[in-house]
């Protein structure tokens, strides 16, 4: 095993930059680095160092912190360096060390390390992706408890129902020579309808966390002046303090996400649709059909301070295809608008952008397709479309088993279905996890986690 070594903070300039390596010669790189061969820290304790070049210039002066194996992150010998969050400082120590045999660490690998030598299981290790990625409370707060462990502690509880049944089919396809009895197959059938509940109950909570981790795109569309920026920027001035902007988010039309209900909504304001009149307005209209066929839901804008008009029809007829709601804004003004006999269902709220009257019930209505999750306060909620994909597979291969069981079909065809499942859910953590979906999985991560 080598020895490698990223700065685990972000490039930029700050007052701290920590740049840190893990690896069996973790420590004899420090010792070089500070030119010191008798430098022996006591583990955990921070020290302060000069850092040199290789002809002795003083390249900064930094906190060094020596973790031992095994208790470090990655359960290897680590050395932490807080030096000054100078990119400059950064990126010299990270070519000395290099020098010295460091290797740059790739995506994640400080993790799958840690993963590897025990010190957390896979899901452990997504919870801090999707933590460090999290771009709600609501979002961190579902990291941190998959990171304690909650998940993890479902699926042993159920594994542990799964292997006791495995190990009763076993024992009576080794020991005795008749079929299972019946009361013992009744038995059988039950714990594997209760764990197959349980399992079927964690796929079915990803519909929740889903929408909590990744949240959902909305678009306002709607003719020119109908008050489409006017809503966009007082719901951004209500709900903007809870969540942190997103570098990579800013599409071509102007995008920015807050928090509802604890789930990251993206709003985009579209530009108006209408038969363009010039090639500019050609490309925002374009661009707007694209927002449309992004989104998840649509909020169709209408002035209800004006009659309807030909080009208001045009875009309620686009939108009705897809999931939409209808805000009849400029509410605060009288109501000239009669757009009832063209709204056909749809799902109308009247809100002025100006007094912000209606926005709590337009929140409200833009949630509502997608059923209502507080995510403050929800039960255990699976959030990845891997370990989805993992317990629907499990939810299938014991049906299947149970299935089998109650036709009385043999031990031995049960037994493939169950461990099957056994398999499924062990991916989940790890423990059955192979080599190439590992990669995939830490190439996700950031460089330095
Ligand atoms: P957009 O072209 O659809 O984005 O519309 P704007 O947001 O630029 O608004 C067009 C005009 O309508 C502006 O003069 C706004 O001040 C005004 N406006 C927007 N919303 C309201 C509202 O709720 N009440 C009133 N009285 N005026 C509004």
Do not use: W
Request: hydrophobic share 45%; glycine share 8%; charged share 25%.
């Amino acid at each position: 095993m080598d020895t490698i070594v990223a700065a685990a903070t972000p490039s930029g300039r700050s007052a701290i930059a920590v740049v840190r390596l893990s690896g069996p010669t973790a420590l004899d790189i420090a010792r070089l680095l500070v030119h010191d061969d008798s430098f022996s820290p006591r583990p955990n304790q921070v020290i302060l160092k000069d850092l040199k070049t290789d002809d002795g210039a003083v390249m900064d002066q930094a906190l060094v912190t020596f973790f031992k194996a095994p208790h470090s992150f990655t359960g290897e010998d680590m050395v932490e360096i807080s030096c000054h969050g100078s990119p400059v400082v950064v990126r010299r120590l990270l070519d000395r060390i290099q020098q010295l045999d460091g290797r740059l660490a790739g995506p994640g690998e400080f993790t799958l390390r840690a993963c590897r030598n025990g010190k957390m299981n896979l899901s452990q290790a997504e919870a801090i992706r999707d933590l460090i990625d999290a771009r709600t409370a609501a979002a961190a707060q579902l990291a941190t408890r998959q990171l304690k462990g909650e998940l993890s502690n479902a699926l042993s509880e159920c594994k542990q129902y799964l292997i006791d049944v495995i190990v009763k089919l076993e024992s009576a396809l080794e020991f005795v020579e008749d079929d299972l009895p019946e009361l013992q197959r009744m038995a059988v059938i039950d714990e594997l309808a209760a764990v197959r509940s349980t399992v079927d109950q964690l796929a079915k909570s990803y519909e929740s966390g889903h929408l909590v981790r990744d949240g959902l795109n909305v678009a306002f569309v709607g003719r020119p002046n109908v008050g489409k920026s006017s809503l966009f920027n007082k719901l951004l001035t209500r709900d903007r303090a809870i969540v942190t902007e997103l570098p990579g988010t800013t599409r071509d039309s102007l995008t920015e996400t807050i928090a509802l209900n604890g789930i990251p909504v993206t709003l985009t304001d579209t530009a108006g649709i209408r038969e363009a009149g010039d090639r500019i307005e050609a490309i925002g209209v374009e661009r707007t059909h694209r927002a449309m066929a992004d989104a998840d839901l649509l909020v169709v804008v209408l002035d209800g301070s004006t009659e309807i008009q030909a080009e208001d029809r045009r875009v309620l007829e686009r939108a009705r295809a897809a999931r939409h709601v209808v805000a009849v804004n400029k509410s605060d003004l009288v109501l000239r608008a009669d757009p009832e006999e063209m709204l056909d269902g749809s799902k109308v709220v009247h809100v002025s952008a100006v007094t912000g009257g209606g926005l709590t019930d337009l929140s409200a209505a833009i949630l509502e397709p997608f059923g209502s999750v507080d995510a403050e306060s929800v039960g255990l909620l699976v959030t990845d479309s891997r370990h989805c994909d993992l317990l629907l597979r499990a939810t299938a291969a014991l049906e299947e088993s149970a299935s089998l069981m109650r036709d009385g079909a043999s031990e031995e065809l049960v037994l493939v279905g169950l461990h099957n499942a056994l398999r499924y859910l062990g991916e989940i953590t790890g423990e059955t996890t192979t080599d190439e979906i590992l990669g995939r999985i830490f190439s996700t991560f950031c460089i330095g986690k």
